[in-house]
């Protein structure tokens, strides 16, 4: 019954932004952990950022400075903040949640189908 749905990928232009939106339902949100993975052409999946039920918050070493990870109890929501953005960047970005941390590693419990992120050069 758990549901995540990620939302707000598009085209952008190289130092362009985009938020990326995440929602989840069926899940205590108030205690659970919740990540960004993404996954290139090619590439393995990759783990972007993450937060915890107390905001504490990690980033992979690429996009350390650029995005921003937050997230909205009011509303079950989490957020990803991307500025800067290059072409090294482009992937499918999946939303992960779970009532478990797992920092940057890809053991998250629950996923969402993902939204496209495209950075043009």
């Known amino acids: 019954q758990v549901q995540v749905v990620e939302s707000g990928g598009g085209l952008v232009q190289t130092g362009g932004s985009l938020k990326l939106s995440c929602r989840v339902s069926g899940l205590r949100f108030e205690h659970s952990a919740m990540a960004w993975f993404r996954q290139a052409p090619g590439k393995e999946r990759e783990g972007v950022s993450c937060i915890r039920w107390d905001l504490i918050k990690k980033y992979a070493n690429a996009v350390k400075g650029r995005f921003t990870i937050s997230r909205d109890r009011a509303n079950n929501m989490m957020y990803l903040q991307m500025d800067g953005l290059r072409p090294e960047d482009t992937a499918m970005y999946y939303c992960?949640?779970?009532?478990?941390?797992?920092?940057?590693?890809?053991?998250?419990?629950?996923w969402g189908q993902g939204t496209q992120v495209t950075v043009s050069s």
């Open positions: 992960a949640a779970d009532q478990d941390w797992h920092s940057l590693r890809g053991e998250y419990r629950y």
